[in-house]
């Protein structure tokens, strides 16, 4: 039957309206100018005969009528009416730019729109009183008008006749089929999906083809049954039907870069729109076409119908396979392939297969002879394909298959299936329940997504960023009602350091909610609902998405009712472990405080140990013991941990306790995390400075100083290390406590050290006002450092002490080395100078030690005059400017050596302090052994005026005896040229130091080596 059809006679109507087109141009003035009639009217444009004048008059964007005026210019709009009417009213609908620019004239009359919003729709009458022929309108800023209507006396016009839907059906196409592809036309029995995107457009199939009512949106598309391979076709062909003129834009969707041209409409009639490939500029691949977007198209109700790409050229029989057919594997992920394959055909277009055996996995349609990326998904992760890649034709004539071999990656295992009730979940991806149907949609530039499963019925999504630019994506879902749920819950596992992820449900919450992850292990988030209206909640979006940095996997996406109104109970610390992010819970056990450290208290009870994180420094100390906590579950740096409120702070109480039992660990397991626990007995090198957060290892097992606790380990000494158990990167560590010395294992005893002679170490270190005794006998050898040389003779503490000097060693296990802690001595001074050491000092390892030392000038007791006439100077140290000496006796029995000299000073007088004992160093080897000096006096002098140098020297050594020592150094180049005489090379080799100098290689001690 035809479509209704509206007459206006004279004796109906009495107004018509003419409305203003919607644009597709910007706010700004350099937006497209339009003056046509055409151009500006939508709708009764048969009322209209010209645009008498038309400055300034610009497209409005889409929703907003056209635009007239600048914020700079005046805009002029004149519209000569078709035939003249007594009018009585002109009713103007317009919109202002802002509350500055509202003002517009109409006919010579100003009006002034009133308060509100940008935008604003406002609506003004003017009266008439005349006949008139025309509208004018001024606007001294941006006006956007929407409609005019004109009201006149019944009678004086006859509107024309107005089609309000087709009238017939457009003609049939007549096209072969095997000429074209078919999107939507009875005549090739094709139909399509609809798209509306979001944009709020409605469709409805009538008899005339497709009805389309769109929004201000002005977007909307067609799905295609199926994917259409148009390398052959020439044109894209579809007939239109709108009641007045329009615009639309036409975009094919490929996959690749959006190109669209636009087309204009005629009313009251179908537009046969036919356009060339050719001109969708830039485009090249017509072989996977999915979609027709429509834009542009706002607030318009139209007609669709034969949408079809077609070629004028008949095809060929085509009995010919795809050649130089290359298939090879590009990357490979967890759940999918990448593969790269390229083949010839004469049709110019191919359809590539993969398959898994006899399993075909995915096609893929190219251009002929162009490389194409296939990407294979479904696979399992950490396994290897043997795949396959065939390459045919259209008509069906396929290659031989190519072999391309993948092996994918591991992926984690799955994380903790999450236990709700049914009735309290809707979920969107997890195999713990039913699914809700949804797909994934590509926001700008969306990161890669990829569906599969970690293990049976283990679904999951995998995230792959883009390397630049912003990315996003969505879950898409029918209109579901979500107001009985508090919150989206997921898992999320990142691969790489500094993930971070925005997560957002659609229409709820002001702004996405972005989460800072942890790298390598399922992130449980919770992001909070609660309250929420949403009664048709379509979407979930994830943002930002290159900030996960790397892939990046989403496991049992669903909302819940958490029911968190009250705080989830946790009868013991154990229970806490049992809890997700964010629960809120109630610590209804006492605990034992194991450590404070600030805000850091660790408590423990008799199931496990947790970290309580204080909004504020808390004032508790170990054997404290706490209950009524309340707060909310984290996880930081791998360590689960309550955060109280600063209202729940005031609820715990303190009482007396017992300090918490120390645990010995041998082996520090990820399953003892948050344990407080002692290595006992390992050894320790290293400086935990105070104020920094150093890494230490001890046993194998990383110490972090988290908490800035200053502390030395001594090398070669035993230690008992406190700490607690954490994760880093799923791997166990000990956040540093505390650290004490292990002493030797025996029962408190007194230990009597008589020392007949011992030595003051006067000259070397009275200038620092401190002296040093030390002694031994057969059993024990005794050093006592910082005695003050203001204060001797007097009584010494163990503080007056310096505690890394002064201590007694056994001699007959000499590695034990045992500091003072406790005790005093006397020290006296007799008028023949002898010095005595009386007292009682308590060692590390629980001994008592009663001293008795004796001192005398070691001076008095022996001296030994060594005449070495020729000895050798150390020149593998002239190339820093320094020198020594060295030399033998005549029967080789005594030998010394003395280091270092400047070079300026070669010549001259020294003490022990020009010495240098860290890599020289100075000492005499005789029947008692080598000697260490701790005074000297050094004269150099030329002996002869042929580069022979004369030392001479009195050296007080540590065993207590003077040596007087003649030494003579031969040079041939004489002083002025000792530089170049001595410079040598030096190396390292076996842990020895080798000098050589004129292809002659030394000892440290100067001794021909070869």
Same mark, same amino acid.
């Given at each position: 039957?035809?479509?209704?059809?509206?007459?206006?006679?004279?004796?109906?109507?009495?107004?018509?309206?003419?409305?203003?087109?919607?644009?597709?141009?910007?706010?700004?003035?350099?937006?497209?100018?339009?003056?046509?009639?055409?151009?500006?009217?939508?709708?009764? %444009?048969?009322?209209?005969?010209?645009?008498?004048?038309?400055?300034?008059?610009?497209?409005?964007?889409?929703?907003?009528?056209?635009?007239?005026?600048?914020?700079?210019?005046?805009?002029?709009? *004149?519209?000569?009416?078709?035939?003249?009417?007594?009018?009585?009213?002109?009713?103007?609908?317009?919109?202002?730019?802002?509350?500055?620019?509202?003002?517009?004239?109409?006919?010579?009359?100003?009006?002034?729109?009133?308060?509100?919003?940008?935008?604003?729709?406002?609506?003004?009458?003017?009266?008439?009183?005349?006949?008139?022929?025309?509208?004018?309108?001024?606007?001294?800023?941006?006006?956007?008008?929407?409609?005019?209507?004109?009201?006149?006396?019944?009678?004086?016009?006859?509107?024309?006749?107005?089609?309000?839907?087709?009238?017939?059906?457009?003609?049939?196409?007549? !096209?072969?089929?095997?000429?074209?592809?078919?999107?939507?036309?009875?005549?090739?029995?094709?139909?399509?999906?609809?798209?509306?995107?979001?944009?709020?457009?409605?469709?409805?199939?009538?008899?005339?083809?497709?009805?389309?009512?769109?929004?201000?949106?002005?977007?909307?598309?067609?799905?295609?049954?199926?994917?259409?391979?148009?390398?052959?076709?020439?044109?894209?062909?579809?007939?239109?039907?709108?009641?007045?003129?329009?615009?639309?834009?036409?975009?094919?969707?490929?996959?690749?870069?959006?190109?669209?041209?636009?087309?204009?409409?005629?009313?009251?009639? !179908?537009?046969?729109?036919?356009?060339?490939?050719?001109?969708?500029?830039?485009?090249?691949? !017509?072989?996977?076409?999915?979609?027709?977007?429509?834009?542009?198209?706002?607030?318009?109700?139209?007609?669709?119908?034969?949408?079809?790409?077609?070629?004028?050229?008949?095809?060929?029989?085509?009995?010919?396979?795809?050649?130089?057919?290359?298939?090879?594997?590009?990357?490979?992920?967890?759940?999918?392939?990448?593969?790269?394959?390229?083949?010839?055909?004469?049709?110019?277009?191919?359809?590539?297969?993969?398959?898994?055996?006899?399993?075909?996995? *995915?096609?893929?349609?190219?251009?002929?002879?162009?490389?194409?990326?296939?990407?294979?998904?479904?696979?399992?992760?950490?396994?290897?394909?043997?795949?396959?890649?065939?390459?045919?034709?259209?008509?069906?004539?396929?290659?031989?298959?190519?072999?391309?071999? %993948?092996?994918?990656?591991?992926?984690?295992?799955?994380?903790?299936?999450?236990?709700?009730?049914?009735?309290?979940?809707?979920?969107?991806?997890?195999?713990?329940?039913?699914?809700?149907?949804?797909?994934?949609?590509?926001?700008?530039?969306?990161?890669?997504?990829?569906?599969?499963?970690?293990?049976?019925?283990?679904?999951?999504?995998?995230?792959?960023?883009?390397?630049?630019?912003?990315?996003?994506?969505?879950?898409?879902?029918?209109?579901?009602?979500?107001?009985?749920?508090?919150?989206?819950?997921?898992?999320?596992?990142?691969?790489?350091?500094?993930?971070?992820?925005?997560?957002?449900?659609?229409?709820?919450?002001?702004?996405?909610?972005?989460?800072?992850?942890?790298?390598?292990?399922?992130?449980?988030?919770?992001?909070?609902?609660?309250?929420?209206?949403?009664?048709?909640?379509?979407?979930?979006?994830?943002?930002?998405?290159?900030?996960?940095?790397?892939?990046?996997?989403?496991?049992?996406?669903?909302?819940?009712?958490?029911?968190?109104?009250?705080?989830?109970?946790?009868?013991?610390?154990?229970?806490?472990?049992?809890?997700?992010?964010?629960?809120?819970?109630?610590?209804?056990?006492?605990?034992?405080?194991?450590?404070?450290?600030?805000?850091?208290?660790?408590?423990?009870?008799?199931?496990?140990?947790?970290?309580?994180?204080?909004?504020?420094?808390?004032?508790?100390?170990?054997?404290?013991?706490?209950?009524?906590?309340?707060?909310?579950?984290?996880?930081?740096?791998?360590?689960?941990?309550?955060?109280?409120?600063?209202?729940?702070?005031?609820?715990?109480?303190?009482?007396?306790?017992?300090?918490?039992?120390?645990?010995?660990?041998?082996?520090?397991?990820?399953?003892?995390?948050?344990?407080?626990?002692?290595?006992?007995?390992?050894?320790?090198?290293?400086?935990?400075?105070?104020?920094?957060?150093?890494?230490?290892?001890?046993?194998?097992?990383?110490?972090?100083?988290?908490?800035?606790?200053?502390?030395?380990?001594?090398?070669?000494?035993?230690?008992?290390?406190?700490?607690?158990?954490?994760?880093?990167?799923?791997?166990?560590?000990?956040?540093?406590?505390?650290?004490?010395?292990?002493?030797?294992?025996?029962?408190?005893?007194?230990?009597?050290?008589?020392?007949?002679?011992?030595?003051?170490?006067?000259?070397?270190? %009275?200038?620092?006002?401190? !002296?040093?005794?030390?002694?031994?006998?057969?059993?024990?050898?005794?050093?006592?450092?910082?005695?003050? *040389?203001?204060?001797?003779?007097?009584?010494?503490?163990?503080?007056?002490?310096?505690?890394?000097?002064?201590?007694?060693?056994?001699?007959?296990?000499?590695?034990?080395?045992?500091?003072?802690?406790?005790?005093?001595?006397?020290?006296?001074?007799?008028?023949?100078?002898?010095? =005595?050491?009386?007292?009682?000092?308590?060692?590390?390892?629980?001994?008592?030690?009663?001293?008795?030392? *004796?001192?005398?000038?070691?001076?008095?007791?022996?001296?030994? =005059?060594?005449?070495?006439?020729?000895?050798?100077?150390?020149?593998?140290?002239?190339?820093?400017?320094?020198?020594?000496?060295?030399?033998?006796?005549?029967?080789?029995?005594?030998?010394?050596?003395?280091?270092?000299?400047?070079?300026?000073?070669?010549?001259?007088?020294?003490?022990?302090?020009?010495?240098?004992?860290?890599?020289?160093?100075?000492?005499?080897?005789?029947?008692?052994?080598?000697?260490?000096?701790?005074?000297?006096?050094?004269?150099? =002098?030329?002996?002869?005026?042929?580069?022979?140098?004369?030392?001479?020297?009195?050296?007080?050594?540590?065993?207590?005896?003077?040596?007087?020592?003649?030494?003579?150094?031969?040079?041939?180049?004489?002083?002025?040229?000792?530089?170049?005489?001595?410079?040598?090379?030096?190396?390292?080799?076996?842990?020895?130091?080798?000098?050589?100098?004129?292809?002659?290689?030394?000892?440290?001690?100067?001794?021909?080596?070869?």
């Amino acid at each position: 039957m035809l479509a209704a059809v509206l007459f206006a006679g004279s004796m109906m109507a009495d107004s018509y309206t003419i409305t203003f087109k919607e644009g597709s141009g910007t706010d700004s003035d350099s937006g497209t100018k339009v003056s046509t009639v055409a151009d500006i009217i939508s709708d009764g %444009a048969s009322y209209v005969s010209e645009v008498a004048t038309a400055t300034n008059v610009y497209n409005a964007r889409i929703g907003r009528g056209i635009k007239l005026g600048t914020s700079k210019a005046v805009g002029e709009l *004149t519209l000569t009416l078709a035939t003249p009417v007594n009018a009585t009213s002109i009713v103007v609908t317009a919109r202002k730019y802002n509350d500055t620019e509202k003002s517009f004239t109409i006919q010579g009359s100003d009006f002034t729109a009133g308060d509100g919003n940008d935008f604003a729709e406002y609506t003004y009458t003017y009266d008439v009183a005349t006949e008139i022929s025309s509208i004018a309108l001024t606007s001294p800023k941006r006006i956007y008008f929407t409609s005019v209507t004109v009201n006149y006396e019944a009678g004086g016009v006859t509107p024309p006749a107005t089609l309000t839907e087709p009238a017939a059906a457009p003609a049939a196409p007549t !096209w072969p089929a095997n000429q074209v592809k078919a999107v939507y036309s009875a005549t090739y029995n094709a139909d399509c999906g609809f798209g509306e995107w979001g944009s709020g457009t409605t469709v409805a199939q009538e008899e005339f083809g497709k009805k389309y009512v769109t929004t201000g949106l002005g977007y909307f598309g067609l799905e295609f049954a199926e994917h259409l391979n148009c390398a052959k076709m020439e044109k894209l062909h579809m007939d239109v039907w709108v009641a007045a003129d329009a615009s639309i834009r036409i975009v094919p969707i490929h996959g690749g870069t959006e190109v669209g041209v636009t087309k204009q409409l005629v009313g009251q009639q !179908w537009n046969a729109i036919d356009i060339a490939l050719t001109e969708f500029e830039g485009v090249t691949d !017509w072989t996977d076409v999915y979609q027709i977007k429509i834009d542009n198209a706002a607030n318009l109700t139209f007609w669709l119908n034969n949408v079809y790409f077609y070629t004028t050229v008949a095809p060929a029989a085509d009995t010919e396979a795809p050649t130089a057919v290359v298939a090879s594997l590009v990357s490979a992920s967890y759940f999918s392939a990448k593969i790269s394959a390229t083949a010839t055909d004469n049709s110019d277009a191919v359809i590539f297969v993969v398959k898994d055996g006899e399993n075909e996995l *995915t096609t893929a349609p190219a251009v002929s002879g162009v490389a194409k990326e296939i990407v294979v998904k479904g696979l399992l992760p950490n396994t290897a394909y043997n795949l396959s890649v065939v390459a045919k034709d259209e008509a069906g004539n396929a290659a031989a298959p190519v072999a391309v071999a %993948a092996t994918t990656l591991a992926a984690p295992a799955p994380a903790t299936a999450p236990t709700y009730a049914a009735d309290k979940v809707l979920a969107l991806e997890t195999g713990a329940y039913t699914n809700l149907a949804y797909g994934l949609q590509d926001w700008w530039a969306m990161p890669a997504v990829v569906k599969g499963n970690l293990a049976a019925n283990e679904p999951a999504l995998c995230l792959l960023p883009n390397e630049t630019g912003s990315s996003c994506f969505g879950m898409a879902f029918a209109p579901t009602d979500i107001t009985a749920y508090d919150a989206l819950e997921m898992d999320v596992y990142p691969t790489v350091e500094g993930a971070k992820l925005k997560i957002q449900v659609i229409g709820v919450g002001e702004a996405a909610t972005e989460y800072e992850l942890v790298a390598n292990q399922w992130n449980h988030i919770s992001l909070d609902i609660k309250g929420n209206t949403k009664t048709n909640c379509e979407q979930v979006g994830f943002y930002d998405c290159n900030n996960l940095l790397g892939a990046c996997f989403v496991q049992n996406v669903l909302f819940v009712d958490t029911d968190e109104d009250a705080p989830v109970q946790a009868i013991t610390c154990a229970d806490v472990y049992s809890k997700a992010k964010n629960d809120v819970v109630d610590l209804l056990n006492p605990v034992v405080v194991t450590y404070a450290n600030g805000k850091n208290v660790w408590v423990k009870d008799a199931t496990a140990s947790m970290l309580i994180y204080l909004p504020a420094n808390g004032t508790y100390q170990a054997g404290d013991v706490l209950s009524g906590i309340a707060g909310v579950v984290d996880i930081y740096n791998g360590v689960t941990e309550i955060k109280p409120s600063a209202d729940q702070v005031t609820a715990i109480t303190v009482a007396a306790g017992d300090a918490p039992a120390a645990e010995e660990l041998a082996t520090v397991a990820a399953t003892d995390v948050n344990k407080y626990i002692v290595l006992k007995n390992v050894d320790a090198e290293g400086e935990f400075a105070e104020g920094t957060q150093s890494n230490l290892t001890i046993a194998g097992v990383t110490v972090r100083n988290q908490f800035k606790n200053g502390y030395a380990f001594e090398a070669g000494k035993k230690y008992n290390v406190y700490g607690v158990v954490t994760l880093y990167q799923n791997n166990p560590q000990v956040y540093f406590i505390s650290a004490e010395v292990v002493g030797t294992p025996v029962d408190p005893q007194t230990i009597d050290i008589t020392i007949s002679k011992g030595m003051m170490f006067s000259d070397a270190v %009275a200038s620092y006002g401190y !002296w040093d005794i030390y002694g031994e006998n057969e059993n024990y050898a005794i050093e006592l450092s910082n005695i003050s *040389t203001t204060e001797v003779p007097g009584v010494y503490t163990v503080e007056d002490l310096d505690a890394d000097y002064s201590y007694v060693v056994a001699l007959a296990a000499p590695k034990d080395t045992i500091h003072f802690t406790a005790g005093q001595v006397e020290v006296a001074v007799s008028a023949e100078g002898v010095v =005595t050491v009386v007292g009682q000092l308590t060692g590390d390892d629980s001994n008592i030690y009663n001293i008795n030392l *004796t001192y005398k000038d070691p001076v008095a007791e022996k001296t030994v =005059t060594v005449a070495i006439p020729e000895a050798t100077l150390f020149t593998g140290y002239a190339s820093y400017g320094l020198y020594g000496a060295y030399g033998y006796t005549a029967d080789s029995a005594t030998y010394v050596q003395l280091g270092i000299w400047v070079e300026q000073e070669f010549q001259g007088d020294f003490t022990e302090d020009d010495l240098d004992y860290k890599y020289i160093g100075s000492g005499l080897i005789d029947a008692d052994g080598t000697q260490s000096i701790f005074s000297a006096a050094i004269t150099v =002098t030329p002996g002869n005026g042929e580069g022979v140098y004369r030392i001479t020297a009195d050296l007080l050594c540590y065993n207590n005896t003077l040596y007087k020592v003649t030494m003579q150094i031969g040079i041939e180049q004489g002083i002025e040229d000792v530089d170049a005489a001595v410079k040598a090379t030096k190396t390292i080799k076996n842990g020895q130091l080798i000098i050589e100098k004129n292809g002659v290689q030394y000892n440290a001690q100067g001794a021909v080596i070869r």
